[in-house]
């Protein structure tokens, strides 16, 4: 009997050690990933140098014109108005979202695929979540600046003045850094056991919590509810400023007033829309009717092609933007 109860206990003992060698090894393989392996563009192997031109050119251009943008409005007492003090906000934004995923990029298309860190691939992925919050809450302000502008022209200066103007801005850049620090929070509680590889150019929400083995439910959770204010509101916001800016430029009596009025708001209503088009493509649509190669080009859209195309509409556009440009060219 003695002897059944000791082969029970070593038999509950080896039981036992089996499990805690199960925890172990589980322990040790969600801690095992500590780089990432970004696939990048495979189908455009062929054409690498191509493509790496052409996204350096773009790069390039994209970092010049929107510091040309903030230098040009720093030095001309013509463009120191709130509107583009917003603007040179939105290029800064667009600099910022550029030299977070472009170099990287060019590395992974040059070399057919990148190795980047957990820590750096995180780092990115923060960096772009506080990006496009700021240029979405930007956008939001520079649509109730034209809202203040066309439909109270008589109190625009008593509203929207310096003071505002500067408050509006820290609030918006103090929202993104409360959501980099909200992210950053929730996901360093996450463990990472892979897949280490990601395909795609760039470390975006979905493909890195596609490596995560702890439950990202709760993470999942908070992102949705904090896109409602960061994300929903805003674009309601700038939804019911339009439409009070065209019924009012539909009662302005002359053809001439009402092309005046729209062309003071045309250029950002361009930028709005394709900025919220971009994002309604990639996030509206679900998983499991995206290829990978329709999500990489969905996601060029708006961390590429967007912050490129945001100086050259409000440059084109805009008579002073163009006088101070040729006042600086001819200084220099």
Known sequence: MGDLIQYQNGETNITENSVLNQDALKVRNMTIITEILLLGFPSLHRYKVLTFCLFLAINLLTIGGNLMIIILVSQSKNLQSPMYIFLTQLSFCDILLTTNIVPNMLYIV??????????????????????????CLLLTVMSYDRYLAICKPLRYNAIMNTMLCLKLVIICWAISLSLLLNQALGICKLWFCGPYVIDHFFCDTTPLLELSCSDTYVFELESNLLSIPLLFFPFLVIIISYVYIVFTILRIPSLTGRHKAFSTCSSHLVVVCMFYGSLASIYSLPNKAKSHNLSKLLSLLYTVVTPLVNPIIYSFRNKDIKEAFEKYIKNI
Not at 110 to 135: D, N, Y
């Open 110 to 135: 040059l070399s057919e695929e990148g190795i980047i860190s957990l820590m750096g691939c995180i780092t990115q992925f923060l960096f772009f979540c506080s990006s496009e919050c700021s240029e």
